[in-house]
Protein backbone atom coordinates (compact mmCIF):
# COMPACT_ATOMS: atom_id res chain seq x y z
CA UNK A 1 0.00 0.00 0.00
CA UNK A 2 2.88 2.27 0.80
CA UNK A 3 4.67 1.94 -2.79
CA UNK A 4 1.23 2.99 -3.97
CA UNK A 5 0.58 5.93 -2.48
CA UNK A 6 4.19 6.80 -3.18
CA UNK A 7 3.81 6.84 -6.68
CA UNK A 8 0.34 8.51 -6.86
CA UNK A 9 1.81 11.05 -5.08
CA UNK A 10 4.35 11.12 -7.93
CA UNK A 11 7.52 10.59 -5.39
CA UNK A 12 8.42 7.53 -7.88
CA UNK A 13 8.80 3.87 -7.69
CA UNK A 14 10.07 3.45 -3.48
CA UNK A 15 10.00 0.36 -2.23
CA UNK A 16 8.84 -0.79 1.17
CA UNK A 17 10.26 -3.76 3.42
CA UNK A 18 8.59 -4.75 6.53
CA UNK A 19 11.16 -5.35 9.10
CA UNK A 20 11.09 -4.86 12.57
CA UNK A 21 12.03 -1.57 14.10
CA UNK A 22 13.67 0.03 17.09
CA UNK A 23 11.66 2.32 19.42
CA UNK A 24 12.84 5.45 21.12
CA UNK A 25 12.81 3.40 24.73
CA UNK A 26 15.60 0.90 22.48
CA UNK A 27 12.45 -1.91 22.65
CA UNK A 28 12.06 -3.78 19.21
CA UNK A 29 8.53 -3.58 17.61
CA UNK A 30 7.99 -6.02 15.07
CA UNK A 31 4.52 -6.17 13.21
CA UNK A 32 5.10 -9.52 12.47
CA UNK A 33 4.59 -10.34 16.25
CA UNK A 34 2.68 -8.02 17.85
CA UNK A 35 1.86 -9.70 20.80
CA UNK A 36 5.82 -10.26 21.66
CA UNK A 37 6.13 -6.35 21.85
CA UNK A 38 3.15 -6.52 24.16
CA UNK A 39 4.61 -9.22 26.37
CA UNK A 40 7.71 -6.89 26.46
CA UNK A 41 5.82 -4.03 28.66
CA UNK A 42 6.21 -3.69 32.01
CA UNK A 43 2.53 -2.40 32.72
CA UNK A 44 -0.23 -5.05 31.47
CA UNK A 45 -3.63 -4.91 31.67
CA UNK A 46 -5.56 -8.28 30.94
CA UNK A 47 -7.85 -8.76 27.95
CA UNK A 48 -10.10 -10.83 26.06
CA UNK A 49 -11.48 -11.70 23.09
CA UNK A 50 -14.68 -12.07 21.17
CA UNK A 51 -16.38 -12.72 18.78
CA UNK A 52 -18.77 -10.21 17.60
CA UNK A 53 -21.40 -11.90 15.40
CA UNK A 54 -23.34 -8.71 13.10
CA UNK A 55 -26.84 -9.50 11.63
CA UNK A 56 -27.26 -7.71 8.28
CA UNK A 57 -31.08 -8.01 8.82
CA UNK A 58 -32.54 -4.38 10.17
CA UNK A 59 -35.04 -5.04 12.91
CA UNK A 60 -38.34 -2.79 13.34
CA UNK A 61 -38.37 -0.69 16.34
CA UNK A 62 -41.32 -1.12 18.43
Same mark, same amino acid.
Given at each position: ????????????????????? %??????????????????????? %??????????????????
Amino acid at each position: MFSTAARELGLGDISYTRSAI %QLFDGTVFNADDPIAYLNSLAIK %QDFSVAEVVLDSRSTAAA
